[in-house]
């Protein structure tokens, strides 16, 4: 219990950070320049940005039901530090701390940290999953030279990704192409068949988020008018990164979960579809009333010109009819995910 009440304090120190961020995501996206480019396209912005919230909703919860998983039965250090990665990666999936950075230079020190610290973890994950070992030994020290880069940058503003700009990003995406290649090594030339079948879903996972990482960050260095705030190619291409990015991330979450609990990885007891389904439902209702009042408000506000807590208590009441069926889907699906684990 001792060895895990670090990994609860700094997870607790950065869903502080991620809820102070999330109203100024919300308002970041609803009140986004890419509003001016969606009006050139003819495409109404309000339920475009509350559809893509909703996904970033549904994203960081898939992160932070696989965090559970692994945190609450996982043994062993290993078992903490893919649980932690999956907290801290979960709290900067979206682009809620990025936005609170910009809008307030007074949270960029924690902002940081959090960021860092999942990048940092998700780096740690890759290079040793699942069984605790670098594979191949060297990446050890690309893991200690990394970390010990984002932990300089805390203190040294030079160092920081918007003053290296796209050196930056180029370093970093090349870090984790070499981190996916050393799992894919791992797998082809030193799992045994029955290890390759427990991970194949996760490595799969890996090779599809790293894609989405470079659709992410690298078209505006190469096309500058992906980077111009208000014209139609830049909301076009926000939305389509945006999208690709939460989607492909709670993939990854998903797939170490379900891996996790279908095949013992990390000594992880099977004992929990009801706590699988309940994390599942809230999710999937956060994420349906997030779209739905957004894109409520947004009607009535173009029609009276100001907002209505009667209509977000309506909305309420719609999405708390639709649990019970809900419940029964989501229960469905989740015992049949579960019953090869079963039957073990």
């Not at 307030?104 to 699942?130: I, Q, R, S």
């Not at 203190?155 to 799992?183: D, N, T």
């Amino acid at each position: 219990m001792r060895g895990r009440v670090p990994g609860f304090v700094l997870s607790a120190l950065g869903a502080i950070v991620f809820v102070r961020a999330v109203p100024v995501w919300i308002g970041g996206w609803l009140g986004s320049d890419d509003q001016i480019g969606a009006a050139a396209a003819g495409i109404p912005w309000v339920p475009v940005a509350a559809v893509v919230l909703a996904i970033g909703v549904a994203a960081v919860a898939c992160y932070l039901f696989a965090a559970a998983v692994v945190l609450s039965r996982g043994e062993g250090t290993q078992a903490r530090v893919v649980g932690l990665a999956l907290v801290f990666v979960g709290f900067g999936v979206t682009d809620a701390l990025a936005l609170l950075r910009a809008s307030d230079p007074v949270w960029t020190v924690p902002v940081l940290a959090v960021g860092n610290a999942a990048n940092a973890l998700a780096l740690a994950v890759l290079l040793t999953f699942p069984t605790g070992r670098f594979v191949p030994r060297w990446s050890a020290t690309l893991l200690l030279g990394w970390t010990a880069y984002l932990v300089l940058m805390l203190a040294i503003p030079a160092l920081r990704w918007e003053s290296l700009g796209a050196s930056a990003v180029i370093v970093e995406l090349a870090v984790f192409a070499i981190a996916v290649a050393a799992q894919c090594y791992r797998f082809a030339n030193r799992s045994t068949q029955g290890e390759r079948q427990r991970t194949k879903w996760i490595l799969l996972a890996f090779l599809i988020m790293f894609p989405a990482a470079i659709v992410r960050d690298v078209p505006p260095l190469v096309v500058p008018a992906l980077a111009t705030s208000g014209t139609v190619e830049r909301f076009v291409f926000d939305v389509i990164r945006t999208v690709y990015w939460d989607v492909a991330a709670a993939f990854a979450a998903v797939a170490i979960a379900l891996a996790t609990i279908r095949y013992h990885l990390l000594d992880v007891d099977l004992a929990i579809s009801r706590t699988i389904v309940a994390t599942l439902l809230t999710a999937i209702v956060a994420g349906l009333f997030t779209g739905i009042s957004a894109i409520t408000n947004w009607v009535i506000l173009g029609m009276t010109g100001q907002h209505s807590e009667v209509a977000n208590i309506a909305v309420a009441v719609l999405v708390a009819v639709c649990i019970a069926p809900l419940q029964r889907v989501v229960r469905r699906h989740v015992d049949r995910a579960l019953e090869p684990s079963r039957s073990t």
